[in-house]
């Protein structure tokens, strides 16, 4: 009984969810390091031919415009950055991912936004379609 209660947990962990739930997070992490890697062959690969980002300035960017800010030979010092809050959401063959980057600042400050990914599924692999970066207001002091 105790076998039976065992498959049961593994095949519980590795359902379908929970392995698309993996397989989108895994994006956007291929994503998140080719964009502060500055890997064009990467980025190529996570992001759909009509794809489309908007930028925490607000500016909407095409695919070929966000390629062309990270290539390689514009490549500048990141500052550290953290993700947490990761949140998954899958209807079909379309998902949402929302986390919360942390940017750390010279100085000891931190800035967050939230990001919005929004995923495609097309031939059995996930590709971003869209990004979108919306910061996150300091905290007021009083």
């Not at 994503?31 to 996570?46: H, I, K, Q, S």
């Not at 489309?52 to 607000?58: F, K, M, T």
């Not at 942390?102 to 971003?128: C, D, E, K, Q, T």
């Amino acid at each position: 009984m105790a076998m039976h209660a065992m498959i049961l947990v593994a095949l519980l962990a590795t359902s379908p969810a929970s392995a698309e739930d993996a397989a989108l997070r895994r994006l956007v992490e291929r994503f998140e390091a080719a964009r502060l890697g500055f890997d064009p062959v990467a980025l190529e690969e996570t992001l759909s031919p009509e794809y489309e980002e908007i930028s925490p300035a607000g500016a909407v960017d095409s695919r070929a415009e966000v390629l062309a800010f990270y290539a390689p030979e514009a490549k500048k010092p990141a500052p550290p950055i953290q993700s947490d809050e990761v949140a998954v959401r899958s209807a079909g063959d379309t998902a949402v991912v929302t986390s919360r980057i942390s940017v750390m600042l010279p100085g000891g400050a931190s800035r967050s936004m939230r990001v919005r990914y929004v995923a495609h599924r097309s031939g059995g692999a996930w590709r971003l379609i869209s990004t979108q970066y919306t910061p996150i207001p300091p905290a007021r002091s009083q």
